[in-house]
């Protein structure tokens, strides 16, 4: 075992003091230690249980430092601590630099009152550099996070970068909730930006142009451009970077838990300033109005989860079609899963 090991030995390595190329048995196989699993779509996963920063997926996308520990998301283990002054930082691969690719994470907002931060809108994860003197931006994707609203704002560089010099973007309608984890996934399609709050589709929009990938790091937590204007103080746990379009089932499997005991798939947001008539039309065929009995079994507390209520406080239900379908008035149209 010895020779075994003294032979796999790699030397001026940063991340491994011994190098195995294969498992390792222990007491005549009773105890064999293998790498995970790979899954071939996945090319980065930074669980954040280490103090080095490694990457999970098998594509060795380490990071090039540490960050501090704070608690994780699942009860187990540990999340990346981030306070404004560091962040991660992640080598450029051609791994990590899809055209179409999906990206999840948890995240939990500290609120801080005594923040001297100068930006209204700072990055939670950023795949490329900006160099905001020059007006010259690298966001494949850029994920930031509004201080003052707390709505969610993704960025992807196109080709269309003259008209879209920031990159095209769409902004969530969710409010994300301070000192509690919410589960977000953006998906990047060949014409589509697809943003994801805790399981549920939150906002969608159609490019323009088709995604210019960049050669610069990905960044977790902060950029270098914004270092010293974003003093964010946040927790992020459990990130995944796809090389393929996640499908909403997968997606929900992820988020599972982010909305307590209701399933993400119970509930869709139809539209946020809108008549019970266009409310109604707005759920696709396999949901509906939510009834009363509805909301008040988990749509509620999933739109209060999710900040859809402060957009509007006035909940349409089911009952208001033969009450209210000819008023004009606004609210918030919740559309429940059709279980019969």
């Known amino acids: 075992m010895l020779i075994f090991?003294?032979?796999?030995?790699?030397?001026?390595s940063d991340i491994c003091d011994v190098s195995v190329d294969g498992g390792i048995c222990l007491y005549e196989?009773?105890?064999?230690?293998k790498p995970p699993a790979k899954l071939s779509s996945l090319t980065g996963y930074w669980t954040f249980d280490d103090n080095k920063g490694l990457d999970y997926s098998g594509y060795n996308n380490h990071a090039k430092s540490s960050v501090p520990a704070g608690h994780s998301s699942g009860g187990r283990g540990s999340s990346a601590k981030f306070s404004g002054s560091e962040y991660f930082e992640v080598p450029s691969d051609d791994s990590i630099s899809a055209k179409i690719f999906s990206i999840t994470f948890w995240v939990y907002f500290e609120k801080d009152d005594t923040s001297k931060s100068k930006e209204t809108w700072c990055p939670i994860l950023q795949k490329g550099d900006d160099d905001i003197e020059n007006l010259?931006?690298?966001?494949?994707?850029?994920?930031?996070w509004n201080r003052e609203t707390r709505a969610l704002k993704v960025y992807v560089t196109t080709t269309e970068s003259s008209d879209f010099p920031e990159g095209e973007y769409v902004?969530?309608?969710?409010?994300?909730?301070?000192?509690?984890?919410?589960?977000?996934a953006v998906v990047r399609t060949q014409s589509k930006i697809k943003?994801?709050?805790?399981g549920i589709q939150d906002n969608s929009n159609s490019t323009s142009g088709w995604t210019?990938?960049?050669?610069?790091?990905l960044y977790i937590g902060g950029t270098p451009a914004t270092i010293e204007k974003c003093l964010l103080h946040l927790l992020v746990d459990e990130t995944r970077y796809y090389e393929k379009e996640l499908s909403d089932m997968e997606?929900?499997?992820?988020?599972a838990g982010a909305l307590g005991q209701v399933e993400p798939r119970f509930i869709r947001l139809g539209c946020v300033d809108c008549t019970v008539s266009t409310a109604e039309s707005s759920c696709t065929s396999d949901y509906h109005l939510c009834t009363s009995i509805e909301l008040h079994s988990g749509a509620y507390s999933v739109a209060r989860i999710n900040g859809w209520t402060e957009l509007n406080k006035n909940v349409w239900s089911y009952s208001a079609l033969e009450t209210d379908s000819e008023s004009n008035d606004q609210g918030l149209g919740l559309c429940c899963l059709n279980l019969g």
């Open 136 to 144: 010259i931006y690298e966001r494949t994707p850029g994920i930031f």
């Open 5 to 12: 090991i003294l032979l796999g030995l790699t030397f001026g």
């Open 212 to 217: 210019n990938p960049n050669e610069s790091p």
């Open 195 to 198: 943003l994801y709050v805790n």
């Open 251 to 255: 997606i929900e499997a992820e988020a």
């Open 171 to 184: 902004e969530s309608n969710a409010r994300l909730l301070h000192h509690r984890w919410n589960h977000i």
């Open 29 to 33: 196989g009773e105890s064999v230690i």
